[in-house]
C-alpha cells in the first residue's frame, strides 16, 4: 500500500512540467536579450571615450559636459545590472 502511495507522489502534473520548461525558455531568451542589451551599451560607451577623448582636446570647456553624461550612463548600467542581480 505504501509503495503505491510512493509511486503516485514520484508522478508530476504534465501542466507544471510544461509551465516549468516555457519560463526555462523565457529565462533563456531574457538572458540572451540582456546579454545583446549590454554588448550595445558596451560598444557605445567605448565610441562616447572616443568623441570625449576629441572634445577635450578641443573644446575642454565642453569636456565636463560630456563626462557627466558618459559618467550617468555608466551609473544607470550599474545600477540596472545590480538589481537585475538581486532579483535572482
Request: hydrophobic share 45%.
Amino acid at each position: 500500500m505504501e509503495g503505491n502511495k510512493m509511486a503516485k507522489a514520484k508522478k508530476s502534473n504534465p501542466a507544471i512540467e510544461r509551465a516549468k520548461k516555457e519560463a526555462q525558455k523565457a529565462l533563456i531568451i531574457a538572458r540572451k536579450d540582456a546579454k545583446a542589451a549590454l554588448a550595445k551599451a558596451k560598444a557605445k560607451f567605448k565610441e562616447a571615450e572616443k568623441h570625449l577623448d576629441k572634445k577635450i582636446q578641443t573644446h575642454p570647456e565642453q569636456a565636463v559636459l560630456v563626462a557627466g553624461a558618459i559618467g550617468a550612463a555608466v551609473g544607470g548600467l550599474v545600477a540596472y545590472s545590480v538589481l537585475k542581480n538581486k532579483k535572482k
